[in-house]
């Protein structure tokens, strides 16, 4: 071989060896990620207004209380049903966890989402003509019960004639969203539908708080025997996967880093002092952007770290209007929550890192990689250690 041959074939080996080093550093990058769990999405849940702060009680005056079976509410039509006004006024401001499961009020999904004792629920299937037992369940402190619905249906009518009404997949999807959520780092938003007392005349969803997610949210089952799912499977081909879930996910969070905005005081000192109306449009957090509105939809919605770091923003506004006021509704300076607030931005602002975009442009040159993991994991191997 002529010395120029060498050179060439030694240039080629040289290439394939750097390409080669880069597939394997990518492969290896690619391994940790997997095998490491990262928090990827924030979660937004909706929640039934209640008039005692979602503490785990029944509403202080169930009869007033009109806005949780609004249209624009949560689960209204299933509450409006099932609730029981002289049963529930005769136990008003009683803690709901002293009560039998079918004496709890049927808007239990938020009830004891500040609650401090844990709730025996019982959830009874939506379709009481199939005769399908319903499940029991312990609604833990600081809990509540949400569901991606946008998740759960086929909304194509191409897809709808093929599959149904529900996807063949929902366990895989609800599985996959439930993935993306991390105990410890994803951030919850608890969020009111247009029915409230706060933004009701302007139609727009109301920010309630924040919290911590203190766990992974994991889904429950109805138990039906094969040969009877087959049955309903078979009614029509609407039903071809009707599902055997439990569409309520349990979301519990970490009571030490909530915020909850006091909107609750600030209504009951307008109602006193109706020409102070303004302190409490000062303070509300309403979800009017475009950009935001899409992660409010559907009961449960993911979102990413910008529309987590814009709500956080948001919070951070209302609690320094709040101070702004000096405790003329409510006599403290919110030190705790700014603190609180101050912290989680500084968790997500961590989290989201200085190369969002990382992920697209990585799924560009490898379409068949996880690149949101290889994203992050790539970023902690080139990210300076902390001393």
């Known amino acids: 071989m002529s010395e120029g041959s060498q050179r060439k074939s030694q240039k080629a080996q040289g290439r394939f060896c750097h390409v080669r080093g880069f597939r394997r550093g990518f492969r290896r990058l690619n391994y940790r990620a997997k095998h490491h769990i990262l928090a990827d999405m924030h979660l937004t849940v909706r929640m039934a207004w209640h008039d005692t702060d979602w503490n785990g009680a029944v509403c202080r005056d169930?009869?007033?209380?009109?806005?949780c079976v609004?249209?624009?509410s949560l689960l209204s039509g299933r509450i409006e049903k099932n609730r029981n006004l002289e049963f529930e006024t005769g136990k008003a401001?009683?803690?709901?966890?002293?009560?039998?499961?079918?004496?709890?009020p049927p808007c239990f999904w938020s009830i004891n989402a500040f609650g401090k004792d844990t709730i025996n629920v019982f959830h009874g299937h939506p379709f009481p003509w199939l005769n399908i037992a319903g499940v029991s369940e312990a609604l833990q402190p600081n809990s509540v019960f949400t569901w991606p619905f946008k998740l759960s249906f086929v909304h194509d009518s191409k897809a709808k004639a093929k599959h149904g009404n529900y996807p063949p997949d929902l366990e895989e999807r609800i599985q996959n969203f439930t993935g993306k959520l991390t105990a410890g780092e994803s951030i919850v938003f608890f969020y009111s539908n247009y029915d409230n007392p706060v933004s009701a005349d302007d139609?727009?969803?109301?920010?309630?708080g924040c919290s911590i997610l203190a766990a992974q949210p994991k889904p429950a089952h109805f138990k039906v025997s094969d040969e009877r799912l087959k049955e309903i499977r078979g009614e029509s081909k609407s039903m071809k996967n009707f599902p055997v879930i439990n569409w309520a996910l349990q979301v519990t969070h970490d009571p030490t880093q909530t915020v909850l905005l006091p909107y609750r005081p600030y209504?009951?000192?307008?109602?006193?002092?109706?020409?102070?109306?303004?302190?409490?449009?000062?303070?509300?957090?309403i979800i009017e952007e475009d950009s935001l509105v899409s992660g409010f939809k559907y009961v449960a919605m993911d979102i990413d770290?910008?529309?987590?770091?814009?709500?956080?923003?948001?919070?951070?506004?209302?609690?320094k209007k709040m101070q702004e006021h000096k405790?003329?509704?409510v006599n403290r300076d919110f030190a705790e929550e700014e603190a609180k607030v101050a912290a989680l931005?500084?968790?997500?602002?961590?989290?989201?890192?200085?190369?969002p975009s990382l992920p697209k442009i990585l799924k560009r040159f490898l379409p068949d990689e996880d690149c949101a993991q290889l994203a992050a994991a790539l970023v902690s191997e080139t990210e300076p250690s902390e001393r």
């Open 70 to 72: 609004g249209t624009h």
């Open 62 to 67: 169930p009869q007033a209380n009109s806005y």
């Open 93 to 104: 401001g009683t803690p709901a966890c002293g009560l039998a499961p079918d004496q709890v």
């Open 267 to 285: 209504l009951d000192h307008v109602a006193a002092n109706p020409d102070d109306l303004e302190l409490l449009t000062d303070m509300r957090v």
């Open 203 to 208: 139609m727009r969803y109301l920010l309630l």
């Open 327 to 329: 405790g003329a509704v």
């Open 345 to 355: 931005i500084e968790k997500a602002w961590r989290k989201r890192g200085l190369y």
């Open 305 to 319: 770290d910008d529309k987590c770091l814009y709500l956080l923003y948001k919070l951070r506004k209302a609690i």
